[in-house]
């Protein structure tokens, strides 16, 4: 299987602060990249899908990259609706796989 | 509006069977194939595996081979996951999702293997 090596494991940060979360994978993957935000007693919401693009809904303050095997999500300006935590998740290969997530709190 | 609604809360003893329930609306059901992935504290997310809600065909994850069963009543619009010979390391949230993006989940559905 995949492996999809997630960092940082928690992070915290400050109201309008840009974030990045990184996501690597064991092997090519493609643009076959998602990232999920889950929020405390919910299910995980689709994010980005296809490396960089935003699913519906999706505020315009995140962002998807790709460069190589690694993967990033960016959150230009965090907003007290953005705590949570989130993975990463592969679709390239079967069966799919996810990043161990990172726990983003404010400071 | 899109909705997977899955069943209750289950409290299940070891080496009993449950199976939980995922009620789509708001699109057409066939469509789209049902995946079921197990959430635990200790082992995050894991990918169960997915139904073809057309024709009830299925793909497990190795490691979920014998352990869950996934069933399709295209008539309800509702895809099923048995789990069965529970033990505690069964413990766990278990979401479906629709395929393709996961673009839609489940509310979830606590499962607790406890004697």
């Known amino acids: 299987d995949i492996q999809m090596t997630q960092s940082p494991a928690s992070l915290s940060a400050s109201l309008e602060e840009i974030v990045t979360i990184t996501c690597q994978a064991s092997?090519?993957?493609?643009?076959?990249l998602a990232w999920y935000q889950q929020k405390p007693g919910k299910s995980p919401q689709l994010l980005i899908y296809?490396?960089?693009s935003l699913a519906d809904g999706v505020p315009s303050r995140f962002s998807g990259s790709r460069s190589g095997t690694q993967y990033s999500l960016k959150i230009s300006r965090l907003q007290v609706e953005d705590i949570g935590i989130y993975y990463c998740?592969?679709?390239?290969?079967?069966?799919?796989?996810f990043g161990a997530g990172t726990k983003l709190e404010l400071k | 509006q899109v909705q997977l609604q899955q069943s209750g809360a289950e409290l299940a003893k070891p080496g009993s069977s449950v199976k939980i329930s995922c009620k789509a609306s708001?699109?057409?059901?066939?469509?789209?194939?049902i995946s079921w992935i197990k959430q635990t504290t200790g082992q995050g997310l894991e990918y169960i595996g997915y139904?073809?809600?057309?024709?009830?065909?299925?793909y497990y994850n190795e490691k979920f081979k014998g352990k869950a069963t996934l069933t399709v009543d295209k008539s309800s619009s509702t895809a099923f996951m048995q789990l069965s010979s529970l033990t505690p390391e069964d413990t766990a949230v278990y979401y479906c999702?629709?395929?393709?993006?996961?673009?839609?989940w489940g509310q979830g559905v606590m499962v607790t293997v406890s004697s």
């Open positions: 999702a629709r395929t393709g993006g996961f673009d839609y």
């Open positions: 708001g699109y057409t059901f066939t469509s789209y194939d």
């Open positions: 139904i073809n809600t057309g024709s009830g065909g299925t």
């Open positions: 092997q090519d993957i493609g643009n076959w």
């Open positions: 296809g490396a960089t």
């Open positions: 998740q592969q679709a390239s290969s079967a069966p799919p796989t």
